[in-house]
């Protein structure tokens, strides 16, 4: 996987603290504040919307970097024919058409060559896997990426930008999510030479394959849910252990009048009216009935792994998609997802029995 050089200082982050303010911190800084391993919490802010704020764009970062220090880049000066500090060339082309999202493709998605990827800050952390907010964008003027024959179809003083979320995988031995057996059970992979390497954890090759198999669970289960008409975020591509996806939040402008990328809220954090109550209800159930109309039980379903995009609810982190039909823990996985959603819906006063969801979810499923 492509990897980024150090980024710049100017890129900041924006996080709400406990007390609701605004606290800026470098690039940097993040790293360092990583390695102090701070809380989650910490990471993502407490603020109402649950979400980072993190400035973006090629141009958006700020300019008053002290000419006298030779380390930091000049970034008033853009070079638009190679990536600068904490960019790559778009990743886009560089994987195989089988690791792409599906088609018909979205109209806000980059594809161009000349496209930079820029990484702009961290969105979340999990047991398996981080996220990481990514500005794919073709700079104004700029023609093909090297050693390509695409053409420029951009038109003059115009530019192509999507937001997107990088979804990293750490390695068996780095990663804290203990509960695999129950998820993998029944789950194969494409290849029987890599299903055999996988049961022998002690040759590398094994371990490798070992180490990919949650991001391309994830990834197959976002692009055939997604297909079916699912909520969930579009499935832009998958690399090794990086998967891309839809990036869902908004875009402000903050008080110094630079773009800002915010995250939508987990719905645990929400307090919708009764109304919205019951669209996300209808909204959930049926997001629920596309992945068992598949053969599928999200597996580790609750209000946490559900963004809710103004109206909109979007079901997110399906690295543990469980096969209805093959595991032969399905059917507590499934019953457990629905206990748990309709718990958090029950105790806002709508009547909603798990007992009855999880019932015709199996009929749909079989």
Not at 168 to 189: A, D, M, W
Request: net charge negative; glycine share 8%; hydrophobic share 35%.
């Amino acid at each position: 996987m492509p990897r980024y050089p150090e980024a710049p200082k100017s890129v900041l982050i924006r996080a709400a603290n406990r007390d609701g303010k605004q606290s800026r911190s470098s690039a940097a800084d993040r790293r360092a504040v990583e390695r102090a391993r701070i809380g989650r919490d910490d990471l993502e802010g407490t603020d109402r919307h649950g979400g980072i704020g993190v400035g973006v764009g090629v141009g958006h970062t700020e300019h008053g970097h002290p000419q006298a220090d030779p380390t930091l880049p000049d970034l008033t000066q853009p070079d638009l024919t190679q990536p600068g500090p904490a960019q790559r060339w778009s990743t886009w082309r560089s994987v195989a058409k089988g690791q792409r999202g599906p088609e018909p493709l979205p109209d806000w998605l980059v594809t161009r060559d000349a496209a930079f990827d820029t990484e702009l800050g961290i969105l979340k952390t999990g047991k398996e896997a981080d996220a990481f907010l990514i500005e794919r964008a073709v700079p104004q003027g700029a023609g093909p990426a090297p050693d390509q024959d695409e053409p420029d179809q951009t038109e003059p003083g115009q530019a192509e930008r999507c937001l997107l979320v990088a979804k990293r995988y750490r390695s068996l031995e780095h990663g804290q999510f203990h509960r695999g057996t129950e998820y993998n059970e029944g789950r194969r992979v494409r290849r029987t030479r890599d299903q055999r390497a996988m049961e022998d954890r002690k040759s590398a090759w094994g371990r490798a394959v070992s180490a990919t198999q949650w991001a391309d669970a994830e990834f197959v289960a976002l692009r055939d849910a997604w297909s079916a008409g699912a909520p969930v975020p579009y499935p832009v591509q998958i690399d090794g252990t990086e998967v891309l996806m839809e990036f869902v939040g908004t875009e402000e402008v903050d008080e110094e009048g630079r773009t800002q990328a915010v995250a939508a809220p987990r719905l645990t954090r929400e307090r919708p009216s009764d109304d919205l109550l019951e669209s996300y209800w209808e909204q959930l159930t049926h997001g629920m009935s596309v992945l068992a109309r598949l053969g599928l039980a999200h597996g580790d379903l609750s209000p946490y792994n559900i963004l809710a995009d103004g109206e909109r609810l979007v079901i997110i982190d399906l690295p543990q998609v469980v096969d209805l039909a093959a595991n032969p823990f399905s059917s507590e996985v499934l019953l457990r997802d629905c206990r748990t959603v309709c718990a958090w819906f029950t105790a806002r006063g709508l009547d909603v029995d798990p007992d009855a969801l999880f019932a015709d979810l199996l009929a749909q499923a079989f």
